[in-house]
């Protein structure tokens, strides 16, 4: 539905992004991980054409995002939740968008409905809103015409636990009834949780893309790791080797190359008391995400030291 | 919302209206607090100056006819109306709602278009309540001094005032555009309208050829025989020349940058 093909955007010498393709598909969340800076928003500019495209294009659905007639029936965008007049309501300002979209008040009502801001709140100016307000606020303008496509850069900024919960679940329906959603995020288990698919992206590359299980097993080089923890661990590491298995102290317990159910079977013929026992790859998935994106933070700060001397 | 099956399908969307357009420009004219008391401000101010000049008449047992009060009004109005023309686009880059505005239609001209087409419209409003006023003052005169009201021949003046609130309206706006930064763009425009006059005016009295070149290129000084009411051939070529300077050229390089310019 997304697809983006050999995007880059370069300001002047600076590339803030470097030839990525990927594609977002219907019934799917695509969740768009990276540090700051990584070129998550300066991606997500372009596809609605606030940005001109250096290389590459953007389709949504096969068009240019310009060639979408009253694209916000389409696509729903949420860019920047502050960027709203501070002098408007809530309410007017989802009335502004709803007149642009030529929709009826009565969906302006539902909206600030679907996103829990009662009456007094959006009578009351966005400059007065918290955060997490702007981005229910900025939530309920990208639902407003009912698009099939949305784009949302950070949606989750400013939201508490149980807003959070609550748009996991509004985006999870939503894609269950056939939209496209594409979020941002530099928080990897804002996105982990929701999204089919993640694509990584470190300074303006894609480092690593795919699903949840996918991108796990990249983690571990393909191999399945377990985390194990016994009453007497030295006894557990040792039968654990004999049984060829890699056994490596992790914190209070080991870290075994091997499945769960392996471990438990050699706990199990040696007697051993396990009081903890689980997969291994959960915490490989940031270990992955961090390094990914280390490294080529790492490589940028190489890469500009020295030609940001002269001048 | 609705739980039925989401699908991209654009064949029965129509673009956005242009006349929908217009109308929510108009609603952001007023639905701020800064546009708001923008507009009570310039309504207010003009009832100010009428009550000043309503007093002065009468203290002073002066004869004004309607026209009399025409200029009076005319001038919170030539002042303020600029400043609503400057911020309908600025504010979209100061307050950044111009990343809602264009990505709900992105052509950015069109958007433009509606902006211009708006404040047209906010011209006509406050030039038929200026009108208004006018006459109004002129009756309560008649009433309150007991002289007979004098109306006298207007049609001419105020077709010439109307040209004034539409040209200094779109000089504002220009600015806006050129600047896209709301007090770069409202100070720049009371410099060119109420500072420059004097160097210009200096120089025009201090050397010959200059006052032959001045209305050629002072925008204000050409607009002066439209509130006179005294244009003429070469005054239209003076209007045409200087506004093209003034207001064409910031104009044209403003769009050309809103078209370009990154929207952040």
Known sequence: MIKVEGLTRAYGSFIAVDNISFECRPGTVTGFLGPN?????????????????????????????????????????????????????????????????????????????????????????????????????????ALLGDPSVMILDEPANGLDPA?????????????????????????LHEVEQ????????????????????????????????????????????????????????????????AEPVDVGRVAAD??????????????????????????????????TATPGLPG | MTATALSFDVSSTHRVAFGRLVRVELRKLA???????????????????????MAVILGNDLHPSWVDFLIGMN?????????????????????????????LEPSRMRVVLAKMVSLLILAVVAWVIGMALGALANVLYGAFSGNTVVWGSVGKLMFLYFLNYVISMASGFALGALFLNSPAGIVVYFVYSFVLPVPFAIGAAL??????????????????????????????????????????????????????????
């Open chain 1, 194 to 257: 929701i999204a089919d698919e993640m694509i990584l992206i470190g300074n303006g590359k894609i480092v690593a893309s795919g699903t949840r299980d996918e991108l796990l097993s990249q983690a571990s080089g393909g191999a399945t790791t377990t985390l194990v923890t016994g009453l007497d661990n030295q006894q557990l590491s040792e039968a654990l080797a004999q049984k060829g298995f890699q056994v490596h102290p992790a914190g209070a317990g080991l870290r075994v190359t």
């Open chain 1, 163 to 187: 807003g959070i919960r609550w748009m996991r679940g509004l985006l999870k329906g939503y894609a269950d009834r056939g939209g496209t959603v594409l979020l941002s995020s530099h928080l």
């Open chain 2, 207 to 264: 050397m010959s050829w200059f006052d032959d070149v001045r209305p050629w290129i002072d925008f204000g000084f050409a607009q002066q025989p439209l509130t006179d009411g005294t244009m003429a051939g070469t005054e239209w070529a003076h209007l045409l020349t200087s506004g093209l300077i003034w207001l064409g050229l910031p104009l044209a390089f403003g769009l050309w940058r809103i078209n370009r310019t990154e929207v952040k």
């Open chain 1, 270 to 303: 040696q007697q051993i008391v396990l009081t903890d026992l689980r997969a291994g790859n959960e915490g490989g998935l940031e270990d992955l995400f961090l390094e990914l994106t280390a490294d080529t933070a790492r490589e940028d700060v190489g890469q």
């Open chain 2, 75 to 103: 001038t919170p109005m030539g002042v303020l109306l600029p400043v609503l023309g400057v911020l309908s686009i600025t504010s979209e880059w100061s307050q950044r709602t111009a990343m809602v505005t264009f990505t």
């Open chain 1, 37 to 141: 800076g990584a070129g998550k928003t300066t991606t997500m500019r372009v596809m609605v054409g606030l940005t001109p495209a250096t290389h590459g294009e953007v389709t949504i659905g096969g068009l240019h995002y310009p060639q979408i007639p009253n694209p916000g029936r389409h696509v729903g965008v949420l860019l920047d939740a502050s960027a709203q007049h501070a002098g408007r309501t809530g309410r007017e300002v989802l009335e502004i968008g709803a007149r642009t979209m030529g929709l009826p008040s009565s969906r302006v009502d539902e909206m600030l409905d679907l996103v829990s801001l009662d009456t007094k709140e959006s009578k009351r100016r966005v400059g007065n809103y918290s955060l997490g307000m702007r981005q229910r606020l900025g939530i309920a303008h």
């Open chain 2, 31 to 53: 639905d701020t607090r800064a546009g708001r008391w923008l507009l009570i401000s310039i309504v207010a101010l003009t009832l100010l100056v009428l009550v000043i000049q």
